[in-house]
Structure formats: C-alpha cells, structure tokens
C-alpha cells in the first residue's frame, strides 16, 4: 500500500507545509500525516483543496513518503531537500554563516 | 452576457448568428469570418450593421478590404494567459484604420482591462453580474505610459520632448549626474 | 547611469501600488491563485522549492552604490542575509513573504529599482555587455539602447501575453560579452559601409530544450528604426507563437518552423507598414539618454606606471589577481576590475548582505560609485585608477571578493539547481563547490588558463550549460542526480553550443571527470597559449571519450 503526504506552500510567506492528522499545516515534515492508501490521499488532498480556497496553502500536491524502522522519511532527493527547508550547501551570508535552515523569525 | 464598454455597462445590441443558422428579420448580426466570406454579398446588401467575429488564429488583414463594411469586430481571450487578441486589435486600429467596436469575449481578467484599452479594444463582455468596479478601478491604475499603443494617451517620449516635466530633460541630466558622481 | 525623471518615478510608483492591490486581492481571496500567477510573475514573484522568490530587475546589469546598499538592506531585512546575482544579471532573493513583498518593492522603488517582467511571458530585462562604456573594443555604449528597450517594453500593452518569455541582448563592441547569438533577440552594433552605426539584428536564439545559435535577421538596422523593427518581430511572434506547448513555444521553434528566410520576410512586411510611425526614435531622444551615460570627469592619468609595477613585482598573488580580474580600460590611467563572486567552495554568484556594503564602499572610494553585474554572475568596478588597485584588492581579499579566476575553471556558471529551485532535476551547487575546491590553486588555475565551465540543474539551461566550454547538465535517473557533460560550448562571437561527451557521472564521479578532461587538454595542447575550446575544436572530442570512458573499453577481453 502506497504512503504519502500532502505538502503545500503556505501562502503568506511561502514555507513549506505538511497536512498533520489534525489537519493543520506544520512546517516540520516528522508532523506530517502518513496517509495509507488511495481513499486517506484522496480525503487529505480535498482537505487541501479547502484550505487552498480559504488562502491558507497554495500549490498542494501528493508526496511518496517512506516509513520503516528509522521513521518516516520522504523517498525523493527533492522532497528530502524540501523537508529540510533549506539548500544543503553551508552559505557564507557574513552575519548568517552557517547552515541555513532558520528563518529569522526562529522558524 | 455584459457589454462593459466605456465605463459602463451596456444593452448588448448585437446578435451572434452562427455558420448555419439563418438571419433574423432584422437587427445588427455578428457572424464568423468563414460566414462573412461565404455571404459577402447579401451581408453587404443588407441593411444591418454587421460584425465579425475573429478567432485569435486569424489575421485581422483578412478583412483589410471590408472593414469600411463592419461596425464591430469581436476579438477571443480563450484563455487570459493566450495575449494574441492584443495583437489583432493593433493590426484592426493601426494597420486598417478600423473605427468601429473592438470587442473582447473569453476569458479576461480585469488586470487586463488596460492593456485591451491601450490596445484599441473598447469593450469587454463580461458574465452576467460580473462587478465592473474592478475593471474601473484598473483603468487609473497608471497615469503614465512608455509607449505608443492604438490610444491617444501621450506616451513618455512625446511628453518629455514636449517639455511638459516640471524641469527639462537638460535639468534632470546635470542633477542627477552631479548627484551620482560626488562622492 | 540613467537617473528617473519624474515620469519613472510616477510609474514605478504606480506599478507597486497596483501589485500591492493585487497582493491584497490575492490574500483576500478575490482572486485564485491560477488568475494571479501571472500578475505575481510579471512582478517578479515565483514560488519555488522553500519559499518565495523575488527576482529583481537590474537594467543591463548597472547599478550605483545607492542601490547595491539597498539590496543589502533587503537581504538584512526581508530575506537571509544574502542574495544571488544571475545569468541575466538580475539578483534573486530566496526567502520572500509574499506579504511583505510590497514593501520591498517600495524599498526598491526609492531607489529607482523595481522587479518588472523579471518573469513571465513577457519582455524581459535587457542584457549589454559588462563592460560597456569602458572597454577598449567599445564601437558604442550599447546602454543607451538597452536603456531605450527598457522603455520601450516596459507594461507594453500588446506584448504581455506572449506565447513565452523573451530575452534580448545587446552589444556594442567588436567582441561579444552579452552573448547576442543566444538570445530571442540578439543586437550587434556595427557600422555599415557608409560610416553609420545600427544594429545586426538575430532571432532565435536561445539554450533550454532546444539549445540553438540564432539566425541572422537582418543585416543592419538603422538606430532611429530599432524599435519599430522590435514591435515588428514581436508582432510576428505574438499572433504565431505556439501556444498548445510550453516547450515549443520561444521564437526559436517559431523561426525554425516558418523558415528564417519566410519569418524575416513576415516582419519585413509587419515593419514597412509601422518603420515611420510614433515609434522612430529622434536622434534627439538618443542623445538625451545618452547623456545619463556620459563618462566620468576622469583624470589625466599615465598608464601603467613603473610605480605599479613596482607594486605588482613585489605582490605574486596581487599581481595574479590582475593578470586575472584586471582589463584594460580605454581611459589611460583606469582599469576595469572584475570582482568575483566564485570564491574557493563557494555559491556560484551570491553575495552576503556584508560584501554588498563593502562592494558598495568599494564603488564610492574607487569607481565614481558605479557597479555593474555580469551575466556570469560576477561584479565590476567599470572606472577604477590604476594608482588605486593595490588597495582595492587588499579591501577585496578581506571580504573574500578577490579569488584570481575571472574566466579560469572555477569562475564557474552555476544555477541555484535543486537546492532551491522547483523545477530542477538535480543540484548544482555542490557539485560546483567540489569542482571549485579540487581546483583551488591559483597557480594551476593560471596555468589551465581560460575555460567556461556552466552547470545547469535541469534541461531549461539556466546555467547556460549548452555554452560552456565544459557544460555539466544535472539529470535524474531512477531517483538519483546525475550528470551528463558537453564539451565544446561559447557564447561569444564563435558560439557554438556542446557536444555531449558520452553516458552521465554520479555526483562522486563528476569532479573527477572533469579533472581527466582539464588534464587531456593539457595533455594535448600544443602550446599555453592554445586555449581549452581551441584545442578542442582542433582535436574534437574522442580524446576526450577516450579519456573518459576508454577504461571500460580496456576490460573487454582482448580481441586484436
């Protein structure tokens, strides 16, 4: 059976969001909902089109996510990247150095 | 259908008749290009005002011989993003003097509604109860423009060799140099 | 450089009014997203792999200290800290609120920037050469025509829907730094028989899918008719463009369908009946623009003084330093000075808020406080004293802006590539970061000498791969990146676009296989002076296979 996640962009400032079981949009992917099987991806990506029409997200999509014994984890290199919201090059930015992953308002 | 058309909403007084259908007894029609070629004649003959209605695929320079026949010509937006009607607007105003109605239909945001007006078009048909205040509002959003369009709003380059600016060009120059290069 | 008059500044003014309207539209949710993508592109505003992006827009690549202090300010304040100077030389900003992109552009507009059609399908920033107005070979400074282009397509009415975006370029000397042959439409000046200067005019050229040389247009267009011989391919393009498919839809498949001979005389036809209409340019409107590119008061300086070499003599690594980021001026006395953004591991083209202040400083006390932006993604101090380089390049070292590699390996061309962008295949900084590392030594780098190396994180060339001596294009097979290398690529006068050289790299192979490559050139060579792309194009590129691949050649058994 196919596990995935809904991810989108939240529309304001444009960070990247997971639909959680509670059906709120978190910026850390481990908050994400798992979705097992077509019928879970189908309701989660309606929940998703809701929220999109109420300005909350924009551009929802499905994502294969892997779960086994480490965790759940996403199964593309661009979603791995995505999750971890931000490039995976340290950035010389002088009063920024270092790993960018933060955004300033300590997200 | 609402023809929003120079500033406000109007009775559409036209009629769409298709390729097959006949003519109604009497009253302004709009027929397709394939049709006006077909029935030249006997459109000519009637007397009617006659529009033609251009798919964005066809050249306005088809109808350079006609066009002291026609009162309208309506122009397609089949989707906002497809920009050709623009251009067929241009051709109908600029290159064959057209006078009449230039109609736009389809899809049309009023974010457009400047461009289309800058462009020769002057009206836009709209869904029934579509709110015009927005595409009113659009039309102030500039006050100022770089270049020549089918309009009569003077353009930056007519304006500033006018010498309308408050300071000649000459001004601004040795400012904005002798700004730039103290340091 | 060109100042806003009142006109500029009104319309500026206006265009963030509006945006901040539809921003506000959008929010409210007036309008779905579908209906202000385009109005949010045409303002500059993707949405990309994290966050936002804010492309701004930075006029044939010159920009005063004013200006560049700004977008330190922006980086500070609205973003992280850094931005990223572009193949078109643009700056990008990465993190963006949508919401608060409204008052960057009030920001921006203070200072008579703005982020105009930096995206979309429409005309977009106007590209010239780094160094114009200064360098040697200089026919004209291109500017003021770009400038005048600016204008021009600036919320052209007809042309904001076109089938796809639409680059042009500029040059005005009698070498090609804008890279015109790659562009929709590329802009050559010239004089013609008569003593006249107009422009060579090409289309449909561009890299992407499709990497293509354009075609030549027309031969020479006189300058009081350029922008009713633009309106005219535009016009063209507009009404035939594709627009059933995204990827066929630049000018460049257009002219390759119509033929170039049918497409040239399409727009002959489309021009002769607008050449003498409002859009003749008055050889007084080119003056008056003109004059906003009036030269500096320089001094009347000697050239290259025994004190300077002196200095040089004394400095290895000064003296690398100007062998490499240091060309000739036309003023005697100056010197044009590449600042590269390429430093050892780094990201190809970005610049932190910090060395955005310096560099502005740097500009101020050195080069009349002018700046300009290379579409290799470098910076150019474009009006600066021989007698003062010793100490701009100390205040350079100190802020990691003086790496010796201007036009070397590892002054590589590199796109944001997966580590940022959505529509990448595979990272590109990285792999850039381990090139740039492996090849460090300035000594070697000299020693390679000058070599073009582009990587592009996708197919849409960003990174102008297809021009590079050595293109590294990012692909991804089965869920992996991997990298395909062309060889034999330039964007100058002789652009040519690459040859693939054979199966793709991983991401642990790539450094090393461009090693082999630098070293059969080297080996090959016939001399130091036989640069990387004419040895190429002497030897072609099986030695290049060769090297390459010939190993798993030599594991099949023996059968000569």
């Not at chain 3, 997203?33 to 044939?60: C, K, S």
């Not at chain 3, 002219?255 to 036809?269: H, M, P, S």
């Not at chain 3, 025994?306 to 062998?323: D, G």
Request: charged letters at 25%; aromatic letters at 8%.
């Amino acid at each position: 059976m196919s596990t995935q996640m809904v991810t989108a962009n939240r529309l304001t400032d444009g960070m990247v969001v997971y639909l959680t079981k509670q059906g709120d949009w978190a910026t850390q992917f481990s908050a994400g909902a798992v979705l097992a099987g077509e019928a879970e991806a189908e309701a989660a990506m309606a929940d998703a089109a809701a929220a999109a029409k109420q300005q909350l997200i924009v551009g929802q999509y499905l994502i294969d996510v892997l779960v086994d014994g480490d965790g759940v984890k996403p199964t593309s290199t661009r979603e791995r990247i995505r999750a971890d919201r931000g490039p995976t090059i340290e950035v010389d930015a002088g009063s920024w150095t270092g790993r960018i992953g933060a955004s300033p308002n300590g997200e | 259908m609402a023809i929003l058309k120079h500033g406000a909403l109007q009775p559409n007084e036209w009629q769409e008749v298709s390729d097959d259908a006949a003519l109604p007894e009497t009253g302004n029609v709009i027929v397709s290009l394939d049709r006006w070629r077909r029935d030249e004649a006997s459109l000519r003959a009637s007397n009617r005002a006659i529009g033609v209605r251009l798919q964005n695929t066809q050249s306005p320079l088809a109808l350079a011989s006609d066009i002291d026949r026609l009162s309208l010509v309506v122009l397609d937006f089949p989707k906002f993003s497809d920009g050709r009607a623009f251009s067929q607007a241009r051709l109908l105003r600029d290159r064959l003097g057209f006078t009449g109605e230039i109609r736009a239909t389809g899809n049309v945001l009023r974010d457009q509604y400047l461009f289309m007006t800058r462009c020769g078009i002057d009206a836009v048909e709209l869904p029934e109860g579509t709110p015009i205040e927005g595409f009113l509002e659009a039309l102030s959003e500039f006050s100022v423009w770089y270049q020549p369009a089918a309009d009569d709003r003077t353009h930056a380059m007519a304006l500033r060799r006018g010498g309308k600016q408050t300071g000649s060009a000459s001004t601004v120059v040795n400012d904005s140099v002798a700004a730039m290069w103290a340091y | 450089m060109y100042r806003y008059d009142e006109f500029d500044a009104t319309f500026v003014r206006e265009r963030v009014q509006q945006f901040t309207g539809q921003v506000e539209r959008r929010l409210a949710g007036e309008i779905t997203e579908e209906q202000f993508r385009p109005l949010r592109l045409q303002n500059g505003v993707y949405l990309q792999l994290h966050a936002y992006m804010l492309r701004i827009a930075i006029p044939y690549g010159t920009l005063s200290s004013k200006q560049m202090r700004k977008l330190g300010f922006i980086a500070r304040r609205y973003d992280r800290g850094f931005g990223h100077f572009t193949t078109r030389q643009n700056i990008q900003f990465n993190w963006p609120q949508l919401d608060e992109v409204p008052a960057i552009l009030e920001h921006l507009a203070e200072v008579e920037m703005h982020a105009i059609q930096t995206s979309g399908n429409c005309i977009r920033n106007t590209t010239a050469d780094q160094h114009s107005g200064v360098a040697k070979d200089e026919i004209e400074d291109p500017r003021v025509y770009a400038e005048i282009i600016r204008q021009w397509s600036t919320l052209h009415p007809e042309f904001a829907f076109l089938p796809r975006k639409f680059k042009i370029a500029v040059t005005g000397a009698s070498n090609d730094r804008a890279a015109v042959r790659v562009h929709d439409i590329g802009l050559r000046m010239l004089k013609n028989e008569a003593g006249e200067i107009g422009f060579e005019v090409w289309v449909g050229g561009g890299l992407g899918r499709t990497p293509i040389i354009g075609t030549a247009l027309k031969p020479f267009v006189e300058k009081q008719h350029l922008l009713s011989y633009l309106e005219a391919v535009l016009r063209v393009y507009n009404q035939l463009g594709r627009r059933d498919n995204l990827y066929k839809a630049r000018i460049k498949i257009l002219v390759n369908a119509t033929g170039a001979e049918e497409f040239a005389r399409l727009v002959e036809e489309e021009w002769q009946s607008i050449k003498d209409s409002a859009l003749t340019l008055p050889l007084e409107e080119i003056e008056r623009i003109r004059q906003y590119f009036a030269l500096p008061e320089y001094e009347s300086l000697p050239d290259w003084t025994p004190e300077f070499e002196a200095a040089r003599k004394a400095n290895p690594e000064f003296a690398r330093w100007v062998q490499s980021n240091v060309k000739p001026h036309r003023q005697a006395g100056y010197a044009i000075v590449d600042i590269s953004l390429k430093p050892e591991g780094g990201a190809p083209g970005d610049a932190s808020a910090d060395q955005m202040d310096i560099v502005a400083d740097l500009a101020d006390d050195y080069s009349f406080g002018e700046i300009r932006v290379s579409h290799h993604q470098n910076l150019v101090l474009p009006h600066v004293r021989q007698q003062d380089l010793f100490a701009l390049w100390q205040r350079l070292s100190g802020a990691k802006l003086a790496t010796s590699n201007i036009g070397f390996i590892t002054d590589i061309i590199a796109c944001p590539g997966l580590d940022y962008c959505n529509l990448a295949n595979a990272r590109a900084i990285p792999v850039a970061q381990r090139i740039s590392r492996a090849f460090s030594d300035p000594k070697r780098l000299a020693e390679i000498g000058e070599l073009r190396l582009n990587i592009s994180g996708c197919i849409n060339a960003c990174g102008h791969h297809h021009v590079g001596n050595i293109g590294i294009l990012g692909v991804d097979k089965h869920g992996e990146e991997f990298y395909q290398v062309t060889l034999g690529g330039s964007s100058r006068d002789d652009a040519s676009i690459g040859k693939i050289v054979g199966p793709a790299f991983s991401t642990e192979d790539i450094a090393g296989a461009v090693e082999t490559i630098v070293t059969t050139y080297l080996g090959a060579r016939t001399s130091d002076s036989e640069r990387f792309i004419d040895t190429y194009r002497r030897i072609g590129i099986d030695p290049f296979k060769e090297a390459l691949y010939g190993n798993s050649q030599a594991r099949r058994p023996a059968a000569e």
